[in-house]
Nanobody, 127 residues
């Protein structure tokens, strides 16, 4: 499975960006897809994930209400719509394909739940 993330850039506080991640591989439609981020000097952290159908979504508390994950299985693409961006959202954002098709409600996905990773796209939010 190969993942290609795009859509990062420089935006002002309060602005919006949409990240995309296109996946090459037949298993896209059967897997959870997720987004993680890593700021300089910090560990990679979970941001959002969507079940195989997109019906179930999972968010970290820090982005809930501001970010929306969605997927288009016909295009093998997962999106992360980011709004009301803050300087603390500055990081390299990575998309990832999970081992599972979905999780139990309320589950917080972990790094180890994902098998394949994209190369990352930089998001910088200026104050």
């Amino acid at each position: 499975v190969q993942l290609q993330a795009s859509g990062g850039g420089l935006v002002q506080t309060g602005g919006s960006l949409r990240l995309s991640c296109t996946v090459a591989g037949r298993t896209f439609t059967s897997r959870v897809m997720g987004w993680f981020r890593q700021a300089p000097g910090k560990e990679r952290e979970f941001v959002a994930a969507a079940s195989w159908s997109g019906r179930d979504t999972y968010y970290s508390e820090s982005v809930k209400g501001r970010f929306t994950i969605s997927r288009d299985n016909a295009k093998s693409t997962v999106y992360l719509q980011m709004s009301s961006l803050k300087p603390e959202d500055t990081a390299v954002y990575y998309c990832a394909a999970g081992y599972n098709s979905d999780y139990e409600p309320g589950y917080r996905p972990q790094l180890g739940d994902f098998a394949s990773w994209g190369q990352g796209t930089q998001v910088t939010v200026s104050s």
